[in-house]
Nanobody, 122 residues
Framework: QVQLQESGPGLVKPSQTLSLTCTVS??????????WSWVRQPPGKGLEWVGA???????DHNASLKSRTSISRDTSKMQFTLQLYSVTPEDTAVYYC??????????????WGQGTQVTVSS
């Protein structure tokens, strides 16, 4: 069974950097066709894809957040990490890590973490 678990601070001050880690079990970060993703949901809004790191280690980012995000991984620890720089209250959201299976030109999310609430406030 594939499991993902987010960890990180629940409260971040404006202008600081948010760092979240997702620990994966039951699967490999180098599995073909797997994109290990970050998705967030601001209060009262829908899901927003933040970015992902592929099985080969390349990254892809939401264009609106690209200048403020960094995604990396540590395959020995089975972890991948999101860093979001210069946060504002608009970055307040529940952050999820998830696995996306890429199939041809499409794909789907098949496993999700439980989500972690992040609040940006002074």
């Amino acid at each position: 069974q594939v499991q993902l678990q987010e960890s990180g601070p629940g409260l971040v001050k404006p202008s600081q950097t948010l760092s979240l880690t997702c620990t994966v079990s039951g699967a490999s970060l180098t599995d073909n066709s797997a994109h290990w993703s970050w998705v967030r949901q601001p209060p009262g809004k829908g899901l927003e894809w933040v970015g992902a790191i592929t099985s080969s280690g390349t990254t892809d980012h939401n264009a609106s957040l690209k200048s403020r995000t960094s995604i990396s991984r540590d395959t020995s620890k089975m972890q991948f990490t999101l860093q979001l720089y210069s946060v504002t209250p608009e970055d307040t959201a529940v952050y999820y890590c998830a696995r996306r299976r890429e199939i041809g030109a499409g794909g789907f999310f098949d496993y999700w973490g439980q989500g972690t609430q992040v609040t940006v406030s002074s």
